[in-house]
Each structure stands twice: as C-alpha cells, then as structure tokens.
C-alpha cells in the first residue's frame, strides 16, 4: 500500500486502469468486491502491464500503508498490476471519491460505518472516465476486459 501524494493520479497518464473504493476493516461488500479485483487482475495480466487495477482506501485513518500491504498479499495482488492507495487526509480522500470519480460515499458516523460504491470504473490513458461496472456482478468481468482491449487500441492526443 502507499500514500496519494501531491502528483495524485498523474502518474497513471498514459495507461488504462480500473478503480474501485474499498476499506479493509469493511464488513459489508468489500471482501466480494475485492475478489473481484483479483480476478480482474488475473484478467489484465495479458495485457503486459500496460492495463492496471487501482484500490483506494476510504478509510485513510486506519488503512495505513502497512495495513494496505498486509490486505494485498492476503488477497495475492501482483504490485506491478495492483496498487492500493491511500491518503493522510480522509476529507480529500472522500471529496476524490465524490468529485473526482462520481461515486456514492457517506462517512461513518457513531451508528454506522462508512456507506460507499461498489462500482468500479475504468479510466482512460487521459486520465478520463470512460465507463462504470457493477463490481459486484460477475458477469461485468467480461464487458471490463472488452472496454480496456479497446480503450488501449485508441491513440494518446
């Protein structure tokens, strides 16, 4: 796991990659949603690293770096296809969420935990969204790898 820093999303330019919104202490959909990912991951292998899946922590306060590596292994992410992100700042985490990716999140409250998206989106070379997918479906597996063979077939301008 590692630390959104200042260049935030910059360094994903020019590859094609897949988001998706998690927290580890979740109890809900996370562990399915991240199962998932996995076998996203599996999926994008053939694409040579040129097609990369993205985890993002909504809850920076526990989900240290140390505590998103201990997640990856538990869920055998390969760390050149699979990064687990993280932020030291929960509100610019959740604004990312919200504004940067247009995704449902509330915070946690005393009665309930954080309530979040269990969509996962799929990014273009320029760093555009370009489509959502019901993380939860696994037939959604097959429309995700189609969208990235063709948004990796489409020129940088």
């Known amino acids: 796991g590692e630390s959104l820093g200042a260049s935030g999303l910059d360094?994903?330019?020019?590859t094609v990659w897949l988001a998706d919104f998690f927290f580890?202490?979740?109890?809900?959909?996370?562990?399915?949603l991240t199962l998932r990912m996995r076998s996203l991951q599996e999926g994008i292998r053939s694409f040579n690293g040129a097609a990369k899946v993205v985890s993002f922590s909504v809850d920076p306060t526990f989900d240290r770096p140390v505590v998103l590596?201990?997640?990856?292994?538990?869920y055998s992410a390969d760390a050149k296809l699979w990064?687990?992100?993280?932020?030291?700042?929960?509100?610019?985490?959740?604004?990312?969420?919200?504004e940067g990716f247009l995704q449902a999140l509330s915070p946690r409250t005393a009665g309930s935990p954080i309530i979040h998206t269990t969509q996962i989106v799929l990014v273009d070379k320029q760093g555009r969204i370009r489509a959502w997918y019901d993380g939860l479906d696994p037939k959604s597996k097959r429309l995700v790898l189609r969208d990235i063979r063709k948004l990796l077939a489409e020129p940088i301008f």
């Open 83 to 98: 990064w687990f992100l993280t932020t030291d700042d929960e509100a610019a985490m959740h604004a990312l969420v919200k």
């Open 11 to 14: 360094r994903f330019r020019g």
């Open 69 to 74: 590596t201990a997640y990856a292994k538990r």
């Open 24 to 32: 580890t202490s979740c109890t809900g959909p996370c562990p399915e």
